[in-house]
């Protein structure tokens, strides 16, 4: 059984910083391509950021510039570098990793989700 453990959330104030971090319990070179998702309250869950096996990355329009993802395959983790961090930035964000189980089928796998707050 996959486990996705999600690290780094908190409050910080408008225009700070935070890292999350996403461990896997294997190999995250195992996985077609791993990413974050936030979801704000009374908000459908959204794409942030995702990078794929190969280390192709993208993001989504409004953090581009300010939030970064990376990967340490020694550590099996991933992580989510946000700087200048805005009160829309605010939401749960949580870790996915996508498994292929079969010609053309994928399959996701999900952390619980860590809160980040971001607020004066």
């Known amino acids: 059984q996959v486990q996705l453990v999600e690290s780094g959330g908190g409050l910080v104030q408008p225009g700070g910083s935070l890292r999350l971090s996403c461990a896997t319990s294997?190999?995250?070179?195992?996985?077609?391509?791993m990413g974050w998702y936030r979801q704000a309250p009374g908000k459908q869950r959204e794409l942030v950021a995702a990078?794929?096996?190969?280390?192709?990355?993208n993001y989504a329009d409004s953090v581009k510039g300010r939030f970064t993802i990376s990967r340490d395959n020694a550590k099996n983790t991933v992580y989510l570098q946000m700087n200048s961090l805005k009160p829309e930035d605010t939401a749960v964000y949580y870790c996915?990793?996508?498994?292929?189980?079969?010609?053309?089928?994928?399959?996701?796998?999900w952390g619980e989700g860590s809160q980040v707050t971001v607020s004066s």
């Open positions: 996915n990793a996508v498994a292929t189980v079969g010609i053309g089928a994928t399959y996701d796998y």
């Open positions: 294997g190999s995250i070179l195992s996985f077609y391509a």
């Open positions: 990078i794929t096996r190969g280390g192709s990355t």
